[in-house]
């Protein structure tokens, strides 16, 4: 499949791109700094220089005959623009309509409520926390949400992963609208096998369910 991943250098999009070659995916990304990506793995990719938060950078990132997009941005609450992951996806849904791409596999977070959640006082405990500690990302990713709830012409999908810490892959977690709390954690690279999994699955068309263990 001829992918375009956005946020290759982070843990998560890192995850991403080595498993997305492993599985035989035509890759390109977009990077601020190339030199992050290793020379083996840049190698066996397109690697274009840019910023996200501009149009003509997301534009010569997804180039035609794209079939899917994978978004692994991850935010720092010090050093991030304000509603960085909504910019940059506003820019990403513009240049796919113009393109004629339907398939965004994307990363939120469990402190996003959505409707179908089961809400537990531990669910409950991660907003509040992530509005007292992480209100940065937070309030980012709830705005990211309304953005894709309202692309309806965009067979958009996506996780919301609560703590995502360094591990093997497993390949074997759960996926859902389940009881979740602080203490529910998930591998990056179980995350990153997740979305993979999504770009031919439209189980969760237009939802965002969690994953966790």
């Keep these: 499949m001829k992918l375009t991943l956005f946020g290759a250098t982070g843990d998560l999009g890192n995850e991403c791109l080595s498993q997305g070659l492993a599985a035989g995916h035509d890759i390109t990304v977009l990077v601020r700094a190339p030199d ?15 910023d996200g938060l501009i149009r003509e950078d997301i534009s010569r990132a997804l180039p035609a005959k794209t079939e899917g997009v994978l978004f692994a941005v991850g935010i720092d609450e010090k050093t991030s623009p304000k ?26 977070g469990g402190s996003n409520f959505r409707p179908e959640d089961e809400i537990t006082l531990g669910a409950r405990f991660v907003r509040w926390y992530a509005n007292r500690f992480l209100s940065h990302r937070h309030t980012d990713k709830e705005h990211q949400l309304h953005l894709l709830d309202n692309s309806l012409d965009i067979d958009w999908v996506g996780i919301r992963p609560l703590q995502m810490k360094k591990g093997t892959r497993r390949g074997t977690y759960r996926i859902g ?32 369910p969690i994953i966790q263990y």
Excluded at 36 to 50: E, L, N
């Design 83 to 108: 509603n960085l992951c909504t910019d940059v996806t506003q820019n990403i849904l513009s240049v796919m309509r113009e393109r004629g791409i339907s398939r965004l596999v994307w990363c939120g």
């Design 177 to 208: 609208f389940l009881r979740f709390s602080g203490l529910s954690s998930i591998s990056f690279a179980d995350c990153a096998h997740a979305m993979l999994e999504m770009l031919n699955n439209d189980k969760w068309l237009r939802k965002a």
């Design 36 to 50: 992050k990506i290793s020379p083996d793995i840049a190698a066996r990719v397109t690697v274009v220089q840019g």
